[in-house]
């Protein structure tokens, strides 16, 4: 494949590529900056336990701040933290009922697979392990 010294048109954009073709193709993969932003912090609100444990107690039934603190063993003012956050990036429906607001998650059938595909790979990553302890 010919190297290219000049910068191409792709995607209304001047840009330098080698293989136009792939790079369009990668750019079209990337969508809006606020897109983008919104999936960044979506990966950081799995990245820690007790969001991910309070959406996978989200996805199986309906909760209030009171109950989702006693189930993630935490202060109400910490569960309302993280329902915020779900709340932020619309991951949560919610209803009010005699002064309390009982939340739960928007997708639930999102989050099993989410945490099966999560298990999948810490499992055949502990395998993985195991095996080459093995031949070492």
């Known amino acids: ?6 910068p191409r048109e792709l995607n209304n954009k001047e840009i330098w590529a080698c293989d136009p073709e792939a ?5 079209d993969a990337i969508t809006t900056a606020d ?3 919104r999936a960044g912090r979506l990966f950081h ?3 820690n ?4 444990r309070a959406l996978v107690v989200l996805a199986r039934t309906e909760l209030c701040i009171v109950d ?3 189930v993630l063993n935490m202060t109400p003012a910490g569960a309302t933290t993280i329902v915020d956050a779900f709340r932020d990036l619309n991951l949560v429906d919610w209803r ?8 739960s998650l928007r997708n639930p059938d999102l989050v099993k697979e989410a945490v099966r595909l999560v298990a999948e790979t810490v499992w055949l990553g502990k395998k993985k392990a195991k095996r080459q302890a093995k031949t070492q």
């Open 96 to 103: 009010s009922e005699s002064g309390l607001r009982f939340y």
């Open 49 to 52: 336990g007790n969001r991910l």
């Open 68 to 70: 989702l603190a006693g």
């Open 1 to 6: 494949m010919p190297r290219t010294r000049k």
């Open 45 to 47: 609100c799995l990245a």
């Open 35 to 37: 897109d983008m932003d």
């Open 23 to 27: 790079v369009e193709a990668a750019l």
